[in-house]
């Protein structure tokens, strides 16, 4: 099975961070570690029941850096 992942970018207080969008249905936060990986399988089966929303840890992957967060 192959998921549309849409990538958008949002505002959070300021910063730029990046957002991954995935499947339809009642939304799901995914709060997922900041060292990365190979979590498309995970995220292929959670995007057949929910709409997965991902957004990047701030100073991580495609996210701006907060000088308030230490990274």
Do not use: C
Not at 7 to 34: Q, T, Y
Not at 48 to 58: I, M, Q, R, T
């Amino acid at each position: 099975m192959s998921v549309q992942v849409k990538e958008e970018i949002i505002d959070v207080r300021g910063m730029n961070i990046r957002l991954l969008r995935s499947g339809k249905g009642e939304p799901f936060l995914w709060l997922h570690g900041a060292n990365g990986g190979n979590w498309n399988p995970f995220l292929e089966r959670m995007a057949a029941s929910f709409e997965v929303l991902a957004p990047d840890h701030p100073g991580f992957g495609h996210s701006e850096a907060d000088d308030h967060i230490d990274t």
